[in-house]
Every structure is written in C-alpha cells, then in structure tokens.
C-alpha cells in the first residue's frame, strides 16, 4: 500500500521528465549553420531540459527510495502559505483570509499592458525598470530604496543576461531613450 503512494507521488515528475526527454530529443536534433564563438540555438533549451530531467529524476529517487522522510521536507511552501493565512486572520477583524483586491489586479494588468506600448517607445531598460518599480508598488511595498535598487539591478541583470548571454535583440527605444539603452550596451561591452 505504501509502495502505491509512493509510485502515484512520484508520477507526476516521472511524467514531466519523460516530456523533457522528448523535447531534448526534439531539441538536438536543430538543423543550423553553427558560428564560431556563439552558442547555438539549441543550447538554451537542451539545458533548461538537461536540468529539468534532472529535477525530476531527483524528486522521483527522493519519492520512490525515500518515502516518508522525503514528505516531511516535501510542504515547506504549504507550510509557507498557512503561516501567511495565519498572519492575516491574527492582524484583525478587517483582513479575512481569501481576501481579494480586484482593483490590484486591474492596475496590475493596466501597468502590463502600458509596459508592452512603451517598450518600443523607451526601450527595454527604461520601460522594464519603471514597470518593475510600478509592479511593486502595485503590490504594496513601500521601501523605496529597496524598490529603486531591485528595479535597476533586476534590470540591468535581465539586460545583460539576454544580451550579452543568449543573444537575444532587446528593444533600444526611441530617440533620446536609445541613447540611455546605448550607453548600457557599451558599458557592459554588448556589441
């Protein structure tokens, strides 16, 4: 019986490894004209299916060779999420748990909809860093400095990662904004 349990925790990462399997295969068999010194298009993906592969062959071992030790770790982010409920009914009369702010969500889908129109217009380190800042603000923190340092850190590392890295082509804006996205790129020694 426990055997059972097991097999049935563990079927749903055997089943998401397996489809990472197909899709490395899928993945490797690209046809390109590869370039000296860059990666090719199938490198991204084959890792992010190397390393999901991974994960799961990891859960299914922990579930299947470990069992119930390997549950007492396994609701960590349950754990999680009942402190929070806790923490809300304990603040008072005023904040139930299931609380909803609709008006949240439709600033948040607002500041998501004017981030996609101004990325063009300002470029993807301008516009990113201010929807950032807006998202966060949106979502009720209200430490500004915290909220300046992440959204100019998070950004320049979201620039750099897709540009200097997997050679993505990311929006420089219009002029004077370009002019911001250029002096990054050459900073960061993006070509």
Known sequence: MAGNA????????????????????????????????TLGPDFWPEAILALTIAACVYEVVKIVVFGARAGEVGGVLEEMVEESAEKKT???PGSAPGESHPWLLALGMGATILYVLAVPVLGFFLATTIYLAAFM?????????????????????LLFIFMKLVYVSLP?????????????????GIR
């Open 6 to 37: 097991r097999l049935i925790r563990a079927l749903p990462y055997a089943t998401v490894g397996a489809a990472a399997g197909y899709l490395y295969y899928v993945a490797s068999a690209f046809q390109f004209h590869a370039r000296a010194g």
């Open 90 to 92: 304990d603040a008072g």
């Open 137 to 157: 603000v949106i979502g009720g923190y209200r430490r500004w400095r915290v909220i300046a340092a992440v959204s100019l850190i998070g950004t320049l590392l």
């Open 172 to 188: 420089i804006g219009q002029e004077p904004f370009a002019q911001v996205t250029f002096f990054l790129m050459q900073v960061m």
